[in-house]
Nanobody, 118 residues
């Protein structure tokens, strides 16, 4: 397993931006070998896929609801993945998590809360 720590969430008005980070321990030398993804879970709803990025950082995919507004990226030298979220909407309010893709293979972290006010 590759322990992961999410950060960067907060409270923002609709139309605003946030940048989330997902950091793996420096000792996690296998981070660069994995497809990684962001997931989110809103209150009372199931956890859902948001975006994924291939190990070489070239291939990306997005959920339809965030395509064109969110950008996923990674820096394998820093064992870190990012999610730039622009034009945020109240419907984006959720706890955001990172994990491997397509199968979450590591324990879920505490996540980072994103709250978008209207």
């Amino acid at each position: 397993q590759v322990p992961l720590v999410e950060s960067g969430g907060g409270l923002v008005q609709a139309g605003g931006s946030l940048r989330l980070s997902c950091a793996a321990a420096p000792s996690a030398r296998t981070f660069r070998n994995y497809d990684m993804a962001w997931y989110r879970q809103a209150p009372g709803k199931d956890r859902e896929f948001v975006a994924r990025i291939r190990p070489n950082a070239v291939g990306t995919d997005y959920a339809a609801s965030v395509k064109g507004r969110f950008t996923i990226s990674r820096d394998n030298a820093k064992n870190t993945m990012y999610l730039q979220m622009n034009r945020l909407e109240p419907e984006d309010t959720a706890m955001y998590y990172c994990n491997t893709f397509p199968i979450p293979e590591t324990s879920w972290g505490q996540g980072t809360q994103v709250t978008v006010s209207s």
